[in-house]
C-alpha cells in the first residue's frame, strides 16, 4: 500500500553513513492526465534515523527557476497532497531574520508552561540595536509566558524574544543551546542559532528547508496556529509597581491585515515575518485553499517586502513523490 511523504528534499549530505535511494518524482498534470498507476511509482527508501516522515528526492528539483520569483530561496508545498509546486536553493544557509522567533516559540512549546510568569530584566529592556522592533517591556514588568509568546509572534518583539530566552533557557546563551538542539532533533541540521529573536549575528543561519521542518513541527502544538492567525493582539501584563499595564500589537503579516490580497482561492491563516539589512525579506506562510488543503511557503532573501512572490509560487508546477 502506497504511503504518501511530506514532499521535501533532505539534502545527502544529511544521510552520511545511511541508506537510503532517490525515487522517482513526477510532474502532477503528468500523473493526473495520463493512465500512470500510482501503486506502481517508484519507491523509495527513508534514513531510519529520520522515521518516515522525510525523503530525499533529486537536486534537480531544488533548482526550479521563475522570472517572477527573484528571492535567494524559495519553497512552496502542499502538504495534504504531498505535491511539491516550487523549490530553489532551499539548502542553501542565508541569514533568518525574525524568523529565527519560529525556533523560539518551538523551544517554549517543548519545554515551559505558557502559564509561567516572567520578570523581565534590565537586559531585556534595553536592546539598543538601531531598528530593532521592541513591544516597550520594562525592567520589572511581570508577564506571562502567554503574553510574550503572542507578542513574539504577531508584533515581532525582540524585547519579548529575551524575555522568553533568559526565563526558558536561564540565559541567552543557554537558550541558544536549547534551539540548536531542538532543530537538530527534527532533522534541521544546517541551522545555527545565537540568539531568541533575529536581530543580526553573521553565525546565526539557516534554510528554508529547515524552517519547513520547525513550521511543519509547530503545527503539531495546540495553540500555535490560533496565535498566527491574529491581526492584533492586547497584552496585559502588571509593572514592577504592581500596576495593569495593556498594550496593543498589529500582526505583520500584511495578509492578515488586509494590505495585501492571496491567491485566488487561497485563505492565508498566519505565518511570520522577517526583515534585516543582510538578510532581505523573509517570510514564512501557512495558508489553506477553497479544499481545506495546506501550503506552506518559505521566501528567504527577497529583494522586497512585497508578498506578491507567494501568488507566484502558487502558479508553479506540482510535483508527487510516492514511497513504501
Not at 34 to 63: G, R, Y
Not at 112 to 141: M, P, Q, R, W, Y
Request: aromatic fraction near 10%; proline fraction near 1%; include cysteine.
Amino acid at each position: 500500500m502506497i504511503k504518501k511523504l511530506f514532499l521535501i528534499i533532505l539534502s545527502a549530505t544529511f544521510l552520511t553513513g545511511c541508506s537510503s535511494s532517490y525515487g522517482t518524482y513526477l510532474n502532477y498534470n503528468e500523473v493526473n492526465n495520463s493512465n500512470i498507476d500510482k501503486e506502481q511509482i517508484t519507491k523509495v527508501k527513508v534514513a531510519d534515523f529520520f522515521a518516515n516522515e522525510l525523503c530525499v528526492i533529486p537536486d534537480e528539483l531544488n533548482h526550479m527557476k521563475s522570472s517572477n520569483i527573484t528571492a535567494t530561496s524559495a519553497l512552496i508545498l502542499n502538504s495534504t497532497k504531498d505535491e511539491l509546486i516550487f523549490a530553489n536553493n532551499i539548502y542553501q544557509r542565508l541569514y533568518p531574520a525574525s524568523l529565527t522567533k519560529l525556533i523560539t516559540a518551538l523551544v517554549v512549546f517543548r519545554n515551559a508552561d505558557l502559564s509561567e510568569v516572567v520578570t523581565v530584566s534590565k537586559n531585556a529592556a534595553n536592546i539598543t540595536e538601531s531598528g530593532a522592533k521592541l513591544c516597550g517591556f520594562k525592567e520589572g514588568d511581570k508577564i506571562t509566558l502567554e503574553t510574550l509568546l503572542n507578542s513574539l509572534l504577531v508584533y515581532s518583539g525582540n524585547d519579548a524574544g529575551i524575555a522568553i530566552a533568559e526565563h526558558v533557557g536561564g540565559s541567552e546563551e543557554g537558550f541558544a543551546k536549547m534551539m540548536n538542539e531542538t532543530v537538530k532533533e527534527i532533522g534541521a541540521v544546517h541551522s545555527n542559532f545565537v540568539n531568541a529573536h533575529g536581530l543580526h549575528n553573521d553565525n546565526q543561519y539557516t534554510t528554508a528547508y529547515d524552517l519547513y521542518l520547525v513550521f511543519q513541527e509547530l503545527l503539531n502544538y495546540e495553540g500555535f496556529t490560533s496565535i498566527i492567525n491574529q491581526v492584533s493582539y492586547t497584552a496585559a501584563y502588571k509593572n514592577a509597581a504592581n500596576q495593569t499595564i495593556s498594550k496593543e500589537y498589529l500582526n505583520t503579516n500584511r495578509y492578515l491585515k488586509g494590505t495585501e490580497d492571496a491567491p485566488d482561492g487561497v485563505s492565508v491563516i498566519g505565518g511570520k515575518t522577517g526583515t534585516t539589512s543582510k538578510a532581505g525579506n523573509c517570510l514564512v506562510l501557512y495558508s489553506k485553499d477553497a479544499n481545506n488543503d495546506s501550503y506552506i511557503s518559505v521566501i528567504l532573501q527577497a529583494d522586497s517586502g512585497n508578498s506578491s512572490y507567494i501568488n507566484h509560487l502558487f502558479k508553479q508546477n506540482k510535483y508527487i513523490l510516492y514511497t513504501s
